[in-house]
């Protein structure tokens, strides 16, 4: 079991940067599959990243080159490096995290994977 928090949301304007942190807990942390996802209002909850227990990475296409994931295990945190933030990016920031072999099949990007979230993390990039 690992529980999860994130920090790190705020407000900015376009073009800026921000780094989401998730810190989590639980001896089983290391053997997770973690994930950050996204919901904007009225919109689906949005795969953005994963990183696997191996440290391999993969990002959905539309952020692919502006965000990156990454963690410390030795702080046991999780983090998105987000650059060149727009209004488009408005939303709630979640991370995630699963066990088994989720990460190295096609499922990682849906939301019905992941077993654990955190309670997550506002954005709001203003034009």
């Known amino acids: 079991q690992v529980q999860l928090v994130e920090s790190g949301g705020g407000s900015l304007q376009t073009g800026g940067s921000l780094r989401l942190s998730c810190a989590a807990s639980?001896?089983?942390?290391?053997?997770?599959?973690m994930a950050w996802f996204r919901q904007a209002p009225g919109n689906e909850r949005e795969a953005l990243a994963r990183?696997?227990?191996?440290?391999?990475?993969a990002y959905a296409d539309s952020v692919k080159g502006r965000l990156t994931i990454s963690q410390d295990n030795a702080n046991n945190t999780l983090y998105l490096q987000m650059n060149n933030l727009t209004p488009e990016d408005n939303a709630e920031y979640y991370c995630a995290a699963a066990y088994g072999y989720i990460c190295y099949s096609v499922s990682w990007s849906s939301q019905a994977s992941y077993r654990y979230w955190g309670q997550g993390t506002q954005v709001t990039v203003s034009s």
């Open positions: 990183i696997a227990p191996d440290g391999s990475t």
């Open positions: 639980g001896d089983s942390y290391r053997r997770a599959c």
